[in-house]
């Protein structure tokens, strides 16, 4: 079998002497084919892939079936599954602290557009780097399948509960709120998701991945746009995604021509292979006429909607130094006692 | 603000010369808030403190920002009480709104300070009344208008000055540090002092007894208000994370914790040793807090009441989860927003075990400015140690409102950054380390820090059941293992949290008294009354910090009578102590005497209170 190029063909060690089995987790206790483990397992080989080192990864998430998973992936790194909704503040508390992990949140549907809304908005808002990840199955999966706020109006339950409320799309919100690398993917397409998640861990700043990871027992059924089978139907890739890590690039062949490629912070490229409709996603108006239009079509775009590699982060606003907060030593966390001595006579 | 079933003072008949009463008086100034009186009010406050003599300040205001009535009592006194007084004795009224109230309230022989178009004179023979034309005297310091209703205020500083014979240079020098770099601002100000001091010369003649002179009580004190001391220790502490939502009594823990920060803990490349974040609401702020210190920073956030209420689930997170935090509470009026700008000791049970299941925090109870410092680094050093969320009770009275204290004492021992393994340390153990494993004995485990370069220093955090291996399991064994260990945790933290102060004759008194937080200058007061007036000795200890150490029950058992002082309706403390000990206690011994009013505790409450329970002992 002929491999399309070096960045994607498996190898057994990656350059840091390490195997996948390395960035493995717990085995998964999972409802067995639930989307959720197919984006796992495109985590695992896309760190693996990128030669992230796992004690540096920090993962977060919330609470639900989606939000347990960082226990099925990286088992060398540190793991917080936190309170429902909440996993932005989390994430960010973690990041401030130690500036240097590779941060990685797992949410659902429910714990993102739903109880935990305001803090995704505030934490796109920032701009904290963070690869968000929303594994989006239209319901409440651990609950035992309510509609969360991601189902499509008029989509159906099992029980015959048809959804009359407008959905809401992450990804419209996230590149509204300037969130700076947007994508929809699908669970069921790991070569995109794969390319998107190494994207993503190359981008410095907030990464939000809408990722339809269908709920094979509440929420996988005909008349759910949520299923494994509408999303192969009707996913519309915007462009073919190649993801050209920085050390790789001398090996690439190089295609011109029909290639759209944009950098990443670490030197890194997105190759983006143009479909008819020539998609620019540095282009942020057309990002959001897209996904507007594309909800209107009720259509199921995937790719990368938007990417900006201009913007500051959260780190950079708050000037904060290069060490982690949280290796300070003593003598950089308590002034000496002259200090208290001036602060004090000012009160006199 | 009528609270007046004070003692009716002995009034002096007119004609008598009466004998003068020197540094022992309180001022309240009645203004509506908005109008700019506060640097007025601060620059007689430290006038009188430059004198050496005792005093503290206190501001009674809304929840408002412009136009609702506000009162400012200073209350100076020649022993150093400075706790609230429940009368004034010198009024200062300016505000329309509340002048008549304000004047029926007084007590016989005060004075009142007024503007004169309230026309006041008519409404009592029993004070006396000085009148002055504030807005035309203002008009004597500057034509504009705008700075007139500004400076109307120092007209009064002058007024008081000359009738209480406060030392214009303290005045002037107060005014100097008050606007610092403005010299404008200072000339003017200086001028309208200068012109209530010349209107009191040329129209009034002094008629009440109140009198001001210097002493030397002072020396080496300074002047701050809690939330100040608490963020300064805080910065001492080596805050690194401070994540917040503004909240009145509480904002100004992290407002002025900022300010310390900027200016004290910049790397040598300018860059900042901390982050201070305004988060989107309280969940967000204990939320960034708590995986702070997950991550291994020195992580507090600072709220009140309904914010507390909101971080409800994450501090159960982080009970179980073990994680260190420190969260200040700076009490105020509940339930619900209650009253945003009054203060209380209301959260005492709910802090204590706040939120759902089996949860239960350490708590210290900060009573003076030099605990909220000493507590705000030591905090710090609990929460490592202990790995939990540990709480600082302050309240708006202790936080907001302003008292001369001595210096704050440099932290007397390094920091203690608790039981963390670092890569060295994993290496000596063979590479792996049990998360939730009571190794020591003391029931505390040990952590690793994400970003720890060694395999095995990963581990996984949960809110749900997990084993002391940090797996998820829902095995009712580990479940009851895990929190019996946390139990003994508490046990530990009983141990190392600051004792009680108990200040106790030999032999012991058979009348004690307990009481905690802001409670205290108003305490020591009452017991220095009852022993000079009623001949009534009590005993004393104050709590520092829950859990309860075993000296507090000894304190009760000694005596036949022990009034549990409690700022609210259902004696939070009171029912602490019963809950712990049970019938330890004898029955009858614990009085309760509950304060919630959202007034600063005040002593005559508690001299009331005493003399009439030990009338009845008799
Ligand atoms: C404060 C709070 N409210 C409710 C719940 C119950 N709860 C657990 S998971 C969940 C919904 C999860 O849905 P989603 O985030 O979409 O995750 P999924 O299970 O579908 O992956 C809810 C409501 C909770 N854990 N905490
Ligand atoms: S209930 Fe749905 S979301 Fe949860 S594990 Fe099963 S398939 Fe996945
Ligand atoms: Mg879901």
């Known amino acids: 079998m002929p491999t399309p190029d070096a960045s994607s063909r498996p190898r057994k060690v990656n350059r840091l002497g390490l195997t996948p089995s390395d960035y493995k987790g717990k085995p998964s206790t999972l409802c067995k084919g639930c989307g959720h483990d197919a984006i796992s397992s495109q985590l695992i080989r896309a760190f693996f892939e990128s030669d992230v080192r796992p004690h540096q990864v920090a993962k977060l998430s919330g609470i639900g079936c989606s939000s347990k998973t960082p226990a099925y992936f990286l088992n060398h790194s540190h793991g917080f599954n936190a309170v429902h909704g909440r996993m932005p503040s989390v994430a960010t508390g973690a990041v401030l602290a130690n500036r240097r992990l590779v941060a990685v949140g797992v949410s659902g549907d429910g714990d993102t557009a739903s109880i935990g809304i305001g803090q995704f908005v505030h934490l796109v808002r920032r701009n904290l780097p963070l690869i968000y990840i929303v594994e989006n199955n239209g319901v409440y999966g651990l609950t035992k399948g309510q509609f969360s706020a991601t189902a499509d109006e008029n989509a159906a339950l099992r029980s015959g509960e048809v959804n009359r409320l407008p959905n809401i799309d992450l990804c419209g919100m996230a590149i509204e709120l300037g969130a700076t690398y947007v994508a929809r993917s699908f669970a069921g397409d790991p070569k995109q998701l794969v390319a998107l998640l190494r994207g993503a861990l190359a981008h410095n700043g907030t990464a939000v991945l809408d990722i339809l990871s269908p709920c094979v027992t509440f929420n996988n059924h005909a008349g759910s746009t949520k299923s494994y089978t509408w999303g192969k139907d009707n996913e519309e890739p915007i462009h073919i995604l190649d993801f050209v890590p920085a050390m790789d690039q001398i090996e690439v062949e190089y295609e011109e021509g029909t290639d759209q490629e944009v950098q990443l912070h670490d030197g890194s490229w997105v190759r983006l292979r143009k479909l008819e409709r020539g998609y620019d996603p540095t282009d942020r108006r057309a990002a959001q006429e897209l996904v507007l239009e594309a909800n209107e079509k009720n259509l199921f775009l995937t790719g990368l909607l938007y990417l900006d590699t201009s913007k500051r982060t959260f780190l950079d606003s708050l000037e904060l130094c290069d060490e982690p907060l949280a290796l300070l030593s003593e003598d950089q966390l308590r002034p000496p006692p002259e200090i208290l001595d001036e602060v004090v006579a000012s009160y006199r | ?618």
């Open chain 2, 1 to 618: 603000m009528s609270d007046k079933t004070a003692l009716a003072e002995e009034v002096a008949p007119s004609g008598i010369e009466p004998e003068p009463i020197v540094n022992d008086l309180a001022i309240q100034v009645a203004t509506v808030n908005g109008s700019g009186s506060q640097s007025s009010n601060l620059v007689l406050l430290r006038a009188l403190f430059r004198m050496g003599i005792p005093v503290g300040g206190k501001n009674l205001f809304p929840s408002n920002i412009a136009g609702l009535p506000t009162w400012f009592t200073i209350r100076a006194n020649r022993d150093g009480w400075v706790a609230r007084k429940r009368n004034v004795d010198y009024l200062v009224a300016l505000n329309p709104q509340t002048a008549i109230r304000d004047v029926e309230s007084l007590s016989p022989g005060s004075a009142v300070v007024y503007e004169e178009g309230l026309r006041l004179e008519r409404r009592r023979d029993d004070v006396v009344f000085y009148p002055a034309p504030f807005q035309e005297l203002a008009a004597e310091v500057t034509r504009e208008v705008r700075l007139r209703k500004l400076l109307a205020n120092m007209i009064y500083v002058g007024l008081l000055g000359e009738l209480l014979s406060i030392d214009v240079e303290e005045i002037f020098g107060a005014i100097d540090s008050q606007f610092r770099s403005k010299k404008a601002a200072v000339e003017l100000n200086r001028r309208a002092v200068e012109i209530g001091i010349r209107h009191a010369r040329e129209n009034l003649v002094k008629q009440d007894p109140f009198t001001l002179e210097r002493m030397d009580k002072n020396r080496g004190k300074v002047l701050i208000d809690g939330n100040a001391a608490a963020a300064l220790g805080a910065m001492f502490g080596g805050a690194s994370v401070a994540t917040w939502y503004p909240i009145t009594p509480s904002s100004s823990v992290v407002e002025q914790l900022t300010g310390f920060l900027k200016r004290y803990r910049k790397g040598p490349d300018g860059k900042a040793t901390y982050a201070v974040v305004q988060a989107e609401d309280e969940l967000a702020a204990v939320g960034m807090a708590l995986a702070a210190g997950w991550a291994g920073a020195r992580a507090m956030t600072a709220t009140s009441g309904p914010g507390i209420s909101l971080m409800s689930e994450f501090v159960g997170l982080g009970y179980y989860a073990e994680i260190p935090l420190v969260i200040w509470n700076i009490q105020r009026v509940g339930p619900s927003t209650g009253l945003p700008t009054r203060t209380a000791q209301g959260d005492i049970l709910s802090t204590y075990t706040l939120s759902h299941g089996d949860t239960k925090h350490v708590c210290l109870l900060p009573a003076s400015t030099r605990e909220c410092f000493e507590f705000g680094w030591k905090a710090f050093d609990l929460a490592e140690r202990l790995q939990t969320p540990v709480f600082v009770l302050s309240d708006l009275d202790l936080g907001m409102n302003i008292w001369a204290t001595e210096p704050f004492e440099y932290p007397d021992r390094p920091m203690d950054r608790g039981k963390v393994l670092t890569r060295e340390d994993l290496e000596r153990l063979g590479g792996t380390f049990q998360r939730y494993a009571d190794v020591d004995g003391d029931a505390i485990p040990y952590r690793t820090l994400p970003g720890t370069e060694h395999p095995g220093a990963a581990y996984f955090t949960r809110g749900s059941g997990h084993d002391e291996g940090a797996e998820y399991t829902e095995s009712e064994e580990a479940y009851v293992r895990i929190m019996a260990r946390l139990d003994r945790k508490f046990e530990t933290a009983r141990e190392m949290v600051p004792p009680p102060v108990v200040d106790q004759t030999e032999p012991a008194t058979p009348l004690g008294i307990i009481g905690f937080g802001s409670s205290d200058p108003a305490i020591e007061e009452a017991r220095t009354r009852l022993r000079e007036e009623a001949a009534i000795e009590m005993d004393y200890l104050r709590l520092r910090a829950l859990p309860l150490g075993p000296s507090v029950l000894d304190f009760i058992t000694a005596r036949q009578r022990v009034v549990v002082l409690d700022q609210n309706r259902d004696g939070q403390v009171l029912q602490l102590l019963r809950a712990e000990y049970g019938d330890r206690i004898p029955s009858g011994v614990l009085r309760s005497l509950r304060h919630y009013s959202g007034h600063p505790m005040d002593a005559q409450t508690i001299v009331d209170y005493v003399t009439e329970m030990e009338i009845g002992a008799v």
